[in-house]
């Protein structure tokens, strides 16, 4: 006589505790609704100890039809099986996928077999492709999808046209997975889906097959219509082919008619973006100019991905009226608004910091005299004094100060600038780490030689 014959199950105790035996005997219990908590609590479980019990109780038979609750029990059962990932499961998974009555169960089943990727279930998972319900046609491919088999290709070309987008869907993802590139023309054709889950599959499958699909993108880029346009564009920038940089530049400048929407044009700045060309950085820095905001907010963002992933060099013109310097894009520089530190900024990852203060009203104080005072600040706080310099550069009078402070075993560099205009004094100040200075010399220096006061 078994042990479980003479109570009743504890199902949560027992999935508590991994008692898969009690589990397994559960799952022949008279009552329908225990057997449906025991392939619940397997579910959860996935233990491969369960699966002769859990393959038992996939099997349909038509009596079940009288207690619905039992479909569950195939149901649970087949994900349960799925979870495991045995083959002992693939063939009664096949059976299940073909011969159950119930779509819930028939689409479970291929998910399962999916998840278990054994190549022997690709014939089943192709015949299923036809079934009748759209998601055990939809799992089917992404099941198939799965295990990248090409012997699916054609049927699933079939179903990327499916009336469902499901398993439109399904299918794109597929044959990106295979990696095909005779899958090209059918994707570029889902590329104008008239659902945009599909149309955005259809991209990362053309991704997926890689280097083959560029060429055709960049036909269709240039000759279709807008909104596929856009599309074949964000598949171009995933790509990152360079081959790609010169047709989005184009666009990007508007030079032709059929370049002038303002959708097409942003989409080409965010593809460049991704790309990170040097070529492209001239043409993203004039759409920063664009009249139109969407355009201008992808410019941006496109130069500012560039400019972090450090694929480009270029020099930023700032001018806010009053002052102006060039500087490095590698540099992040921002309007402090501030009535003092007008401005304040960093490069390599704050390790050298820069700010521009303002004093008004100076008076007959020179720029020397300010650095002075500057200067016996540093002597004060036993700061080394390594150079200074007095000098006239266009209307403005100059002077540069560059020391170390000690920080006990560390050592900070300051490098300050002062320029005067009448009665109103700039100082630049540069503060970091010895070795980071010397690397960024001609930063700096790009800086304080470009820097000039316009009005006071």
């Given at each position: 006589?078994n042990?479980?014959?003479?109570?009743?199950?504890?199902?949560?105790?027992?999935?508590?505790?991994?008692?898969?035996?009690?589990?397994v005997?559960?799952?022949?219990?008279e009552?329908?609704?225990i057997?449906?908590?025991?392939?619940?609590?397997?579910?959860?479980v996935?233990?491969?100890?369960?699966v002769?019990?859990?393959?038992?109780?996939?099997?349909?038979?038509s009596?079940q039809?009288?207690?619905?609750?039992?479909?569950?029990?195939?149901?649970?059962?087949?994900?349960?099986?799925?979870n495991?990932?045995?083959?002992?499961?693939?063939?009664?998974?096949i059976?299940?996928?073909i011969?159950d009555?119930?779509?819930?169960?028939?689409?479970?089943?291929?998910?399962?077999?999916?998840?278990?990727?054994?190549?022997?279930a690709?014939?089943?998972?192709?015949?299923?492709?036809?079934?009748?319900?759209?998601?055990?046609?939809?799992?089917?491919?992404?099941?198939?999808?799965?295990?990248?088999?090409?012997?699916?290709?054609?049927?699933?070309?079939?179903v990327?046209?499916?009336?469902?987008?499901?398993?439109?869907k399904y299918?794109?993802?597929?044959?990106?997975?295979?990696?095909?590139?005779?899958?090209?023309?059918?994707?570029?054709?889902v590329l104008?889906?008239?659902?945009?889950?599909?149309?955005?599959?259809?991209?990362?499958?053309?991704?997926?097959?890689?280097?083959?699909s560029?060429?055709?993108?960049?036909?269709?880029?240039?000759?279709?219509?807008?909104?596929?346009?856009?599309?074949?564009?964000?598949?171009?920038?995933?790509?990152?082919?360079?081959?790609?940089?010169?047709?989005l530049?184009?666009?990007?400048?508007?030079?032709?008619?059929?370049?002038?929407?303002?959708?097409?044009?942003?989409?080409a700045?965010?593809?460049?973006?991704?790309?990170?060309?040097?070529?492209?950085v001239?043409?993203?820095?004039?759409?920063?100019e664009?009249?139109?905001i969407?355009?201008?907010?992808?410019?941006?963002?496109?130069?500012?991905?560039?400019?972090?992933?450090?694929?480009?060099?270029w020099?930023?013109?700032?001018?806010?009226?009053?002052?102006?310097?060039?500087?490095?894009?590698?540099?992040?520089?921002m309007?402090?608004?501030?009535?003092k530190?007008?401005?304040?900024g960093?490069?390599?990852?704050?390790?050298?910091t820069?700010?521009?203060?303002k004093?008004?009203?100076?008076?007959?104080?020179?720029?020397?005299?300010?650095?002075?005072?500057?200067r016996?600040?540093?002597l004060?706080?036993?700061?080394?004094?390594?150079?200074?310099l007095?000098?006239?550069?266009?209307d403005m009078?100059?002077?540069?100060?560059?020391?170390?402070?000690p920080?006990?075993l560390?050592?900070?560099?300051?490098?300050?600038?002062?320029?005067?205009?009448?009665?109103?004094?700039?100082?630049?100040?540069f503060?970091?780490?010895?070795?980071?200075?010397?690397?960024?010399?001609?930063?700096?220096?790009?800086i304080?030689?470009?820097?000039?006061?316009?009005?006071?």
């Open positions: 006589m042990s479980y014959d003479d109570y009743e199950p504890d199902i949560e105790y027992m999935e508590e505790t991994g008692d898969i035996e009690g589990l005997y559960a799952l022949k219990d009552d329908p609704l057997r449906k908590e025991a392939s619940i609590a397997l579910k959860r996935g233990d491969e100890g369960a002769e019990g859990l393959i038992e109780a996939l099997k349909y038979e009596w039809d009288d207690y619905p609750v039992l479909t569950a029990v195939r149901e649970n059962s087949a994900e349960a099986l799925g495991i990932g045995d083959v002992r499961a693939v063939q009664p998974l059976h299940s996928l011969m009555e119930d779509e819930d169960v028939r689409w479970k089943s291929a998910r399962a077999l999916g998840k278990i990727g054994d190549v022997s690709v014939n089943a998972l192709t015949e299923a492709l036809k079934d009748d319900k759209w998601t055990v046609r939809g799992h089917a491919a992404h099941a198939l999808g799965n295990m990248s088999d090409e012997t699916a290709f054609e049927a699933l070309v079939e990327l046209y499916d009336d469902d987008w499901h398993v439109r299918a794109a993802i597929a044959l990106g997975n295979i990696g095909e590139e005779r899958a090209i023309p059918h994707l570029l054709k104008n889906d008239n659902d945009a889950d599909v149309s955005w599959k259809a991209i990362v499958a053309l991704v997926n097959i890689g280097e083959a560029v060429e055709p993108l960049i036909k269709v880029f240039k000759n279709g219509e807008w909104h596929i346009r856009g599309r074949a564009a964000e598949a171009l920038g995933n790509l990152g082919d360079e081959r790609a940089v010169m047709p530049v184009y666009a990007l400048n508007g030079s032709r008619k059929k370049d002038r929407n303002k959708y097409i044009r942003g989409k700045a965010e593809a460049l973006g991704k790309i990170g060309d040097e070529r492209a001239k043409p993203l820095i004039k759409a920063i664009d009249k139109n969407y355009v201008r907010l992808r410019a941006e963002d496109a130069l500012e991905r560039i400019r972090s992933a450090g694929k480009a060099f020099i930023v013109h700032y001018d806010n009226g009053e002052i102006s310097f060039d500087y490095p894009a590698s540099w992040e520089v309007e402090n608004f501030d009535e530190k007008i401005i304040k960093n490069c390599a990852n704050s390790a050298v820069f700010s521009i203060n004093h008004s009203n100076m008076g007959d104080i020179t720029a020397t005299e300010f650095a002075e005072i500057l016996n600040v540093f004060i706080q036993n700061s080394a004094i390594l150079s200074k007095s000098f006239k550069v266009r009078d100059a002077y540069l100060l560059m020391g170390e402070n920080h006990g560390s050592m900070t560099r300051i490098l300050i600038c002062a320029f005067k205009k009448k009665d109103v004094l700039y100082y630049l100040w503060a970091g780490e010895p070795e980071i200075f010397d690397l960024l010399e001609e930063d700096m220096d790009l304080l030689e470009s820097f000039q006061i316009h009005k006071t």
